[in-house]
């Protein structure tokens, strides 16, 4: 008889498909290497002042090949988007079609494993907007939550003075900026390059000793230092 050999097959692929969501992983999935997300970005909640209405879109294109980083961020009704470009060598520009402002971090662009690397905290299973999640914490500020089922990111909160929420509306992985205009940042950014240089990041903290801990990094990854 044949069929208990394929009733066996069934049972063991029905308790690994289980097994993927009914027990908790050891910390988030590593990030693929590229990937394009929209994030919608709630900063009503934030308890610093922020320039502009706090409701926004952000299309994400993470590029670490490439080692570069985009932020185009639009404001609730607003026409002109903000990029927020970050390379590798420590340089991040923010700009619109009018101004420009360039920021100098010691490291560049944050990597796929960087919450993956033992160091987040579990916090318990939860859902939210009806995905259920496993849910962690890095450094005291990031709450992290990723789908049980498909491991993809589904939201993360900042739960310090920048008060961020972001929520992944989609998550396109593999999915690549090739238009090169999209990342150059413009001449009006380098009329006066050496004025508005700052060594601080968005959160005002400064950076020293070339050190800037993955947790801040995942700040500016998410566009929170553009924010105002
Ligand atoms: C707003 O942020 C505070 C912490 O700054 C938090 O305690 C509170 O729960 C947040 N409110 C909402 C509605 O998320
Ligand atoms: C944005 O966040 C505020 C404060 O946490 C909350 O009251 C509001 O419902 C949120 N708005 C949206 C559209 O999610
Ligand atoms: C970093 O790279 C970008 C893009 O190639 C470039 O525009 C910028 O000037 C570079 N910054 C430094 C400090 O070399
Ligand atoms: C530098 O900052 C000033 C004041 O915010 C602004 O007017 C000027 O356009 C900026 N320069 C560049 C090159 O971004």
Redesign the pocket.
């Known amino acids: 008889m044949a069929w208990p050999l394929l009733q066996l097959l069934l049972i063991a692929a029905a308790a690994a498909a289980g097994a993927s969501s009914a027990t908790t992983p050891d910390g988030p999935a590593p990030w693929p290497e590229q990937f394009h997300a929209v994030l919608f970005t709630n900063l009503t909640?934030v308890?610093i002042a922020s320039s502009g209405p706090p409701l926004r879109l952000h299309d994400l294109y993470y590029d670490w090949p490439r080692r570069r980083n985009l932020n185009l961020i639009r404001h609730q009704l607003s026409g002109d988007p903000l990029y927020d470009v970050e390379w590798n060598n420590g340089t991040t520009f923010y700009f619109d079609s009018a101004t420009c402002r360039t920021e100098q971090f010691p490291v560049g662009v944050l990597r796929p494993g960087w919450l993956a690397d033992g160091s987040a905290v579990y916090l318990g299973r939860e859902t939210t907007g009806g995905f259920d999640c496993h849910v962690w914490g890095k450094a005291g500020f990031i709450v992290y939550y990723e789908d049980a089922l498909t491991r993809r990111p589904v939201r993360w909160n900042f739960?310090d003075v920048t008060?961020i929420?972001q929520f992944v509306m989609s998550f396109e992985v593999g999915v690549v900026l090739e238009d090169d205009s999209q990342w150059q940042a413009p001449a009006h950014c380098f009329l006066d390059e050496a004025a508005n240089k700052t060594n601080e990041d968005g959160d005002h903290v400064a950076v020293s000793n070339g050190v800037m801990d993955a947790a801040r990094l995942f700040r500016k990854f998410a566009g929170a230092a553009a924010a105002y």
């Open positions: 909640n308890s739960i008060g929420e």
